[in-house]
């Protein structure tokens, strides 16, 4: 059974950077595309980035394009976000989950998910 870790959210001023990471067990990543989903408070689920298990497929909400970029390690068993020029609109529980192969937009196709990690942009 696969199961997923996020870590790395952090509180960080405007215009500062984090990098999440998405540690798998139980299963190698190398057949799963990883999406990253965040939540903010009183608001819906949303996609945030994706990147297929071959890492040749990634995409981005419109809101993050140009400051985060995606990247995996099948090595490590890790799926990274970069998130840079971080806004206080980014502040949200940010999830990783995981389906077979290939990136898809509803969060219902996915999985597995871990339990998230809190990224708060506040001066």
């Known amino acids: 059974q696969l199961q997923l870790v996020e870590s790395g959210g952090d509180l960080v001023q405007p215009g500062g950077s984090l990098r999440l990471s998405c540690a798998a067990s139980g299963d190698s990543l190398d057949y799963y595309a990883i999406g990253w989903f965040r939540q903010a408070p009183g608001k819906e689920r949303e996609g945030v980035s994706c990147?297929?298990?071959?890492?040749?497929?990634?995409n981005f909400a419109d809101s993050v394009k140009g400051r985060f970029t995606i990247s995996r390690d099948n090595a490590k068993n890790t799926v990274y976000l970069q998130m840079n020029s971080l806004k206080p609109e980014d502040t949200a529980v940010y999830y990783c989950?995981?389906?077979?192969?290939?990136?898809?937009?509803?969060?219902?196709?996915?999985?597995?998910w871990g339990l998230g990690t809190q990224v708060t942009v506040s001066s």
């Open positions: 990147i297929s298990s071959s890492g040749r497929s990634t």
């Open positions: 989950a995981a389906r077979a192969y290939y990136c898809a937009a509803d969060p219902k196709n996915y999985a597995y």
